[in-house]
């Protein structure tokens, strides 16, 4: 039988995060999973620690690729399981019971779409805070008007129904993929649960501005541009008035 599961994860140059993904995957208690890495050639270590373990692995390539998206698509081209989980170095899961507890909170309903909450966590692992965009108790394809309101990582699709990512899009190409993914979906289940501790690298993040870019377009190609502008002009009114109010108390 094919594993609930499929767990992919993109390496290249992740020597520093890699080992607590990997501790965090094979740890679970829940084991109807495969775990795939596929790695862009690192020259760091990365390569050695995975072969090292390559035994836990149900796949693990290393070959040059076109970018972390292209990557993400060979590990779905890959993959056999019912389900998606694209687990970033250095995301890991939020318990060791977390592929247990989606699995009790699923039953046998098979939803094509299972979404959750995501923590945030600094390089200790310290907890730093719930996601600043909060999941929606009911997720359809236009919810992301709002922005990615799921983490990519605590976003899990069905194989079948899931596209490839859209390789003209460097950056936000996740955020599309969601869009997509729910768009293809008839169910859309919310687990109550946080699934993910997602390791926060802050909003200095290399390419913010060119992500941001990307996703107002994707908005724009899914929800029209009078829509999006409006409502990113309703998003600036609202931060720039909380902080006015923040700085006359």
């Known amino acids: 039988m094919k594993p609930l599961f499929s767990i992919i994860t993109i390496t290249y140059n992740a020597a520093e995060t890699i080992e607590t993904t990997f501790r965090s995957v094979v740890g679970q208690s829940f084991t109807d999973y495969e775990y795939i890495v596929v790695d862009g050639d690192s020259k760091d ?17 290393s070959e040059p690729d ?5 990557a993400m698509n060979k590990g779905m081209h890959l993959a056999k399981g019912e389900y998606l989980i ?4 250095g ?17 046998s309903s098979r ?4 979404y959750g909450e995501t923590a945030l966590v600094n390089d200790k692992r310290e907890f730093l805070g719930m996601r600043r965009l909060k999941t929606p108790e009911t997720l ?18 069905k194989r079948t129904l899931a596209p490839d990512y859209d390789l003209s899009y460097r950056f936000s190409s996740d955020f599309d993929w969601c869009i997509r993914c729910m768009k293809r979906a008839g169910t859309l289940w919310n687990t109550h649960l946080t699934l993910i501790d997602y390791l926060n690298e802050g909003v200095t993040t290399r390419n913010h501005k060119a992500s941001l870019k990307e996703r107002y377009n994707i908005m724009v190609k899914y929800y029209g541009r009078i829509s999006v502008m409006f409502l990113h002009l309703w998003f600036a009114l609202r931060f720039y008035t909380a902080k006015w109010i923040k700085g006359r108390v």
């Open 140 to 157: 359809n394809w236009k919810s992301f008007r709002m922005g990615m309101l799921v983490c990519h990582q605590a976003f899990i699709a």
């Open 111 to 114: 939803p094509d779409v299972i």
């Open 86 to 89: 694209f687990l970033n170095a």
């Open 66 to 70: 076109k970018g972390l998206y292209d």
């Open 45 to 61: 270590g990365t390569v050695d620690f995975l072969r090292s373990r390559k035994d836990c692995l149900a796949v693990f390539i």
């Open 91 to 107: 995301d890991t899961f939020h318990s060791e019971n977390t592929l247990a507890d989606i699995a009790v909170s699923i039953g």
